[in-house]
């Protein structure tokens, strides 16, 4: 019998390839060993991963509905008593371990915006806009800054069938994070200000993409 051979798409798998470093010359980006366990897997059951962010020695998971966070060249020792000891490992992608709560990133990665260390983003099946707070150890975990006086109107505004996009981002020259939840019609743009934990404005402005840069914003198409 001959061998068969098909594709397999594993939406909540990660895999590594070898090192690359610009200043040597080496390039192993296309080396996939298979004598190293080079793959870390996350529960199925919770979606797949739709976005990847890497802060400091962490790399955090988003997916459709859980986050977590994996050490990056590290790993963690738990005694008997529970308590984690970190450690020295040369693997890549280290334990994972989920963030408190029922939350992901539905499958609008786009939502996500990072400032300092917070990250902001959107669970559109619960309805809710969402904050990640605290470094590389966990610090605060997920915050659901909706509920800041604007939980109803999330909740109705996110479960329209009808929205394809929603955009988020930091404006680094008003310390805001705006949200544009958009359909193929109509638009809605709003800003969250952390000085006064509250929703304060909608804007004009329906955007495809946007950024910050040298602490001005630019919004695009």
């Given at each position: 019998v001959a061998d068969s051979?098909?594709?397999?798409?594993?939406?909540?798998?990660?895999?590594?390839?070898?090192?690359?470093?610009?200043?040597?010359?080496?390039?192993?980006?296309?080396?996939?060993?298979?004598?190293?366990?080079?793959?870390?897997?996350?529960?199925p059951a919770n979606g797949s991963i739709?976005?990847?962010?890497?802060?400091?020695?962490?790399?955090?998971?988003?997916?459709?509905?859980?986050?977590?966070?994996?050490?990056?060249?590290?790993?963690?020792?738990?005694?008997?008593e529970g308590n984690a000891a970190v450690t020295s490992t040369n693997l890549v992608i280290g334990q994972i371990v989920p963030y408190a709560g029922e939350y992901g990133i539905s499958t609008?990665?786009?939502?996500?915006a990072v400032y300092g260390n917070r990250k902001y983003f959107t669970d559109?099946?619960?309805g809710v806009v969402l904050r990640?707070?605290?470094?590389a150890g966990g610090g605060?975990?997920?915050?659901?800054?909706?509920?800041?006086?604007?939980?109803?109107?999330?909740?109705?505004?996110?479960?329209?069938?009808?929205?394809?996009?929603?955009?988020g981002s930091w404006n680094n020259h008003t310390k805001d994070y705006n949200i544009s939840i958009q359909t193929s019609t109509t638009y809605k743009t709003l800003t969250f200000d952390e000085g006064v934990l509250g929703w304060t404005t909608f804007l004009d402005f329906k955007p495809s993409q946007a950024f910050s840069l040298n602490n001005l914003y630019y919004t695009f198409n």
């Open positions: 051979n098909q594709q397999q798409n594993r939406i909540a798998a990660l895999i590594y390839s070898g090192l690359f470093n610009s200043r040597t010359g080496v390039n192993n980006t296309n080396q996939f060993s298979v004598g190293t366990d080079i793959t870390r897997s996350v529960d739709q976005r990847l962010y890497a802060e400091d020695t962490n790399l955090i998971i988003f997916q459709e509905d859980k986050v977590s966070r994996a050490l990056i060249d590290k790993d963690a020792i738990y005694s008997a609008n990665p786009e939502s996500f559109k099946k619960r990640l707070s605290g470094g605060n975990g997920i915050t659901e800054i909706s509920l800041y006086g604007m939980h109803d109107f999330f909740r109705d505004e996110l479960s329209n069938l009808s929205v394809d996009k929603i955009v």
